[in-house]
């Protein structure tokens, strides 16, 4: 009956087509579709409705249901071209072509469509020639940009096809020019279009108006080539030159190592290394050198360590090495003092990137003795040069042992009869690089008792004399990011609230490389690192061999370490840290933010410290620290964001839109390969979380939550196993996770009838409590519990004599809901034990238990069970 409904309206939606009455073909037409129509009569409804809402001119309701029509059947000719028309009066040429296409391949003779097709590519070829013309191309431009109706993709593919016809080169040269807010502008637009290349390329870029002249793949290219041309060109700016980098860094590697394609990267070593380290190998300020900021050279060594790690075998390493060592030989051979100091420049800035690549360019001929004999030069940028590769080279291990043995004795002459701030606080550094060999081992010191905490002294007073300039300021704190694995240090550095106000300051100024020192020195002082306590047999065995044992400060006790904690967090070192990870910098690598994110894990450790983080804002800068970086941070950071979540209100803590973005990091920590505790704080803050809304349940879920926390349920860890018990029993409040108790030939519901009656109190009061929310919302689980176990009588029966008055009401709702269920489950009940012990409660104090049992012996008397007289003894 149904279905000759149908067919009748659609017959009647014929009619009124015929006649002109496209208003009520459509409502026959819809109302059809309403009565359950075969696929077959969908697909043909659906076409029926594109052509009336082609007749009343909508053309995007026109096209949404010929699509509809070609998936119920791809072959729908007729809704293929319906479709093509469709498109071509949105302007959509590109796609009408294709479906055109496909409906000429299916019937090639049919002139209506060979005529449509040749009607379009007219009409593409004076799109082409239209959009040459250098008014359309301005007109097009502002009329994208400036549309605040424009859709984000859309807005993306037609960008794109506008300025690849305006031209890619002259877009790329707005980068350098010298302003910075038109040079930022010009950066923010070139990721929108580095985003839309990347998204056609993996898509298959269909674009939508114009899109028909742009080839994403060639386009990417173009536009990475004339980046890496502006590095290199007179006249750009140093701004430029740090945004045309900051693109390189975000759009050139690949984003994760499980995508096999590094193409693009080998290609732009090919092209543009040596560019690259043209300005990581700049000198400051001599004519003719590159215009560049105090952060540009850093921002060449994060690409250049970003290339390096994209690449995957020897051969491709090989020829990185290689392309680097011509390049710094070609400077350091035959070009003069000038080319020696370019060369050392070159090497200083690898030693900072892909340091195996500086390693190897250190053991060039002549290089390091370069770098010796420069260092007592006369001349203070000589010595800044050669000073600096000195201080690179003597924090990797490899050259460390030949830089103590030469380079000591010249750093500490350099230190003390230096004439040059500049100089001395870099001959400073070097020797606290040298000084810190021993890490936190107090047994392992190179230096003499004291002489540790006197240069940390002379790093704190440069620190605080903003009479120096920034860039040489920041060698104050690295050298303080290494003095500060001393535990004497630690405790001064706390101390002086004037080095730690300047530290914060300096981490929030221009001079960016000075970030992942300034999270250096704090994750020291807070004692974050990873630090595995010896095995007391194992160090035994150790002594009786002779063996060096490593030796903790005695000030790097936990009670010390908690102080120094409290004095950071006194000091303003959560908004700093939050400042720290707003920034759109290079400098915020991966490494950086693991550091920050160590940190702020030690900031919240101790409970009564984590209002103090909300307060200063650090729940939102742990958001992004759990998202982006390397695997250990984002752990590190979803830990701290598990501890808040269970302390404090989630959404007081995390406001807004922003608390669904922490249920991803906390479902990362349910993974295997995280720590116990991890596992358990993670379920903690989920269980927190599930129980505020059904929104949040519903993110829980679409991360794929629940299959761990069932795993989690099984686990021995008795904390664990509560604390997943817990988190599963808040999440069935949802309907998906009630489907999959109710769902046939599963143990999820035997698992909480057994958990009832386990001995952990906290675990049966989690188990029961789901019990009796499922059994109040899913009343058929409740005739399937005498059949989990043949102890379920047992274990309700405890729950009803418990001494806890919170498991006596969880059992008494269960039972209550069963007897409402079921006659047949009330009768077992009721011929039990079951029905003294709730003879007993009814008469109890009035509250929620005897009410519930009175219920019970209600429904008893309303089935015939009982009598109304025993049921009011």
């Known amino acids: 009956m149904t279905a000759s409904s149908a067919e009748q309206l659609r017959k009647q939606g014929n009619e009124l087509f015929k006649c002109g009455d496209y208003e009520g073909a459509l409502a026959a037409y819809t109302q059809a579709l309403g009565l359950g129509a075969t696929p077959q009569d969908q697909a043909v409804l659906h076409r029926n409705l594109a052509a009336c809402h082609l007749r009343l001119e909508d053309y995007d309701k026109a096209e949404a249901e010929a699509s509809k029509a070609i998936e119920k059947d791809g072959g729908d000719i007729k809704a293929l071209y319906r479709r093509s028309q469709a498109l071509e009066k949105l302007g959509r040429l590109d796609q009408a072509v294709l479906d055109l296409q496909r409906c000429v391949s299916l019937e090639p003779k049919n002139r209506i469509f060979q005529e449509a097709l040749r009607n379009i590519a007219g009409q593409i070829q004076e799109k082409v020639r239209y959009m040459s013309s250098t008014d359309a191309k301005v007109e097009q431009m502002f009329q994208i940009l400036l549309d605040p109706e424009e859709k984000g993709t859309e807005k993306k593919q037609k960008t794109v096809a506008t300025l690849s016809v305006l031209g890619t080169r002259r877009v790329v040269s707005i980068l350098g020019v010298d302003n910075q807010a038109v040079s930022l502008a010009a950066c923010h637009l070139l990721q929108v279009m580095f985003d839309a290349l990347k998204e056609g390329i993996k898509k298959g870029f269909r674009g939508k108006e114009g899109a028909i002249i742009v080839d994403p793949a060639r386009e990417l290219k173009v536009l ?501 018990t817990e988190c599963m029993c808040n999440l069935a409040m949802s309907k998906e996770v009630q489907d999959l108790f109710e769902a046939p030939g599963n143990d999820r519901l035997k698992l909480l009838v057994l958990y009832s009656g386990e001995e952990d109190e906290l675990l049966r009061r989690a188990a029961a409590g789901g019990l009796a929310m499922l059994t109040s919302l899913r009343p058929s689980l409740c005739s399937r519990i005498p059949q989990v176990t043949t102890h379920w009588l047992e274990i309700l029966q405890a729950l009803l004599l418990s001494s806890s008055q919170e498991l006596q009401h969880r059992g008494a709702v269960v039972v209550l809901n069963m007897v409402d269920a079921s006659r047949e489950v009330a009768s077992t009940l009721i011929e039990s034990e079951v029905l003294e012990i709730l003879l007993v409660l009814a008469k109890g104090e009035e509250g929620p238990v005897t009410r519930a049992a009175a219920a019970c012996l209600g429904k008893a008397v309303e089935y015939g069970l009982i009598q109304p007289s025993r049921g009011g003894e």
């Open 224 to 724: 990475i080539g004339n980046l890496l041309e502006l590095l290199t060109e007179e006249g750009v700016s140093g701004q430029g030159r740090d945004n045309a980098l900051t693109l390189l860094i975000k759009v050139v590697p690949r984003k994760s190592p499980k995508d096999p394609n590094n193409s693009l990267t080998l290609w732009v070593i090919d092209q543009g290394l040596k560019k690259i380290l043209a300005v990581g190998g700049s000198l400051q300020d001599p004519p003719g050198e590159l215009t560049v900021t105090a952060n540009s050279r850093m921002s060449a060594s994060i690409l250049l360590s970003k290339l390096f790690d994209d690449l995957k075998c020897d051969a491709e390493r090989e020829n990185f090495h290689r392309l680097c060592e011509n390049y710094i030989r070609s400077w350091f051979e035959g070009q003069g003092l000038a080319g020696k100091l370019r060369a050392i420049q070159t090497v200083s800035c690898l030693l900072q990137g892909p340091c195996d690549a500086g390693n190897r360019a250190l053991e060039l001929s002549g290089v390091m003795e370069s770098v010796i004999a420069l260092c007592a030069s006369e001349r203070e940028e000589e010595q800044l040069v050669a000073v600096e590769a000195l201080i690179h080279a003597a924090g990797k291990a490899k050259r460390a042992s030949f830089i103590t043995a030469n380079g000591v004795s010249l750093l500490k002459d350099l230190y003390k009869r230096g004439e040059k701030d500049s100089i001395r606080i870099r001959a400073l550094v070097g020797l606290c690089k040298l000084g810190s060999a021993g890490g936190t081992d107090f047994s392992m010191k190179q230096f003499a008792e004291g002489s540790t905490l006197k240069l940390a002294k002379q790093c704190r007073k440069w620190l605080c004399n903003d009479q120096i300039d920034a860039g040489t300021r920041r060698w104050a704190v690295e050298g303080l990011a290494y003095l500060t694995f001393d535990a004497d240090v630690k405790e001064e550095c706390v101390e002086d609230e004037a080095a730690l106000k300047a530290l914060f300051q300096l981490s929030q100024s221009e001079e960016r490389a000075v970030l992942f020192a300034v999270a250096s020195a704090l994750v020291n002082c807070t004692n974050s690192y990873d630090y595995e306590e010896p095995d007391p047999k194992m160090v035994e065995l150790a002594k009786y061999a002779k063996q060096h044992v490593p030796e903790q400060h005695p000030k790097d006790k936990p009670s010390f370490v908690r102080a120094r904690v409290k004095k950071l967090l006194a000091a303003g070192v959560v908004s700093a840290m939050t400042c720290m990870v707003k920034t759109d910098s290079p400098v915020l690598t991966g490494s950086c933010r693991e550091l920050l994110s160590r940190v702020f894990l030690a900031l919240v450790e101790d409970v009564e410290d984590r209002g103090t983080v909300v307060a200063q804002g650090g729940g939102k800068a742990l958001l992004p620290l759990a998202l982006e970086g390397t695997d250990v941070g984002q752990t590190k950071a979803a830990q701290a964001l598990a501890k808040l979540t269970i302390t404090s209100n989630p959404e007081m803590t995390f406001p807004g839109e922003r608390i669904y973005e922490v249920v991803r990091p906390l479902v990362s920590l349910l993974h295997l390969n995280c720590s116990g505790l991890q596992n358990f704080e993670a379920l903690m803050a989920l269980t927190n979380l599930a129980g505020i809304s059904e929104r949040l349940r519903q993110k829980i879920l679409k991360e794929k939550a629940v299959p761990m926390i069932e795993g989690y349920m099984f686990e021995e860890h008795e904390m664990i196993r509560r604390a997943a």
